[in-house]
């Protein structure tokens, strides 16, 4: 591990050859950014919600269920995560239609197992950021924090209803 910490960058993956120990172990020694201001995600469910909100109030975000039953109204948006379930081609109008209500502010879509004609489709929606599912906690949150330092944010208070 001492090895690990003085010859491979933090910012990299574990090796290749690492033990699932060591995995866990690369991984909690990998710091991530505080974050600042709410992330509105965008979920089927609320199950689904919490699943990728526990990260994200961990990495010192604050997050807000949207759904189309209960839009949310929210102050401080940092970016919109929106998750995706089987096709994004069955989705794309819901896609569209939530980039509008975002303006300026980022949306990051999570897609399962995205093809390039997925990712295609996501950023001509509107997607900032797309990003492949399954991904770990930290890299989720460091493709965030870098989406979000990459000045494509602005604090704005906006009203995320239709």
């Known amino acids: 591990k001492a090895w690990l910490r003085t010859n491979v960058s933090a910012n990299r993956p574990a090796p290749l050859t ?3 120990a060591e995995r866990a172990l690369w991984e909690a020694d990998r710091s991530l950014a505080e974050g600042q201001g709410t992330l509105v995600i965008r979920a089927r469910s609320f199950d689904e919600y919490e699943t990728w909100a526990d990260p994200c109030v961990s990495a010192g975000y604050g997050a807000v269920w949207d ?10 948006v940092a970016a919109v995560i929106w ?16 980039a509008r209500r975002c303006g300026d502010v980022p ?20 997607a900032s950021l797309v990003l492949g599912k399954p991904i770990s906690n930290h890299d ?3 493709e965030l924090a870098v989406m979000l330092e990459s000045g494509r944010s602005r ?7 239709g």
């Open 155 to 161: 604090e704005t208070t906006r009203r995320m209803a």
């Open 18 to 20: 690492a033990t699932p």
């Open 67 to 76: 759904s189309e039953r209960h839009p949310a109204w929210v102050r401080n």
């Open 140 to 142: 989720f949150l460091n």
């Open 107 to 126: 949306l990051l879509a999570l897609l399962s197992f995205p093809r390039h004609d997925d990712v295609d489709l996501a950023r001509a929606c509107g």
């Open 83 to 98: 998750i995706g379930g089987g096709g994004l081609a069955a989705e794309a109008d819901t896609v569209r239609s939530l």
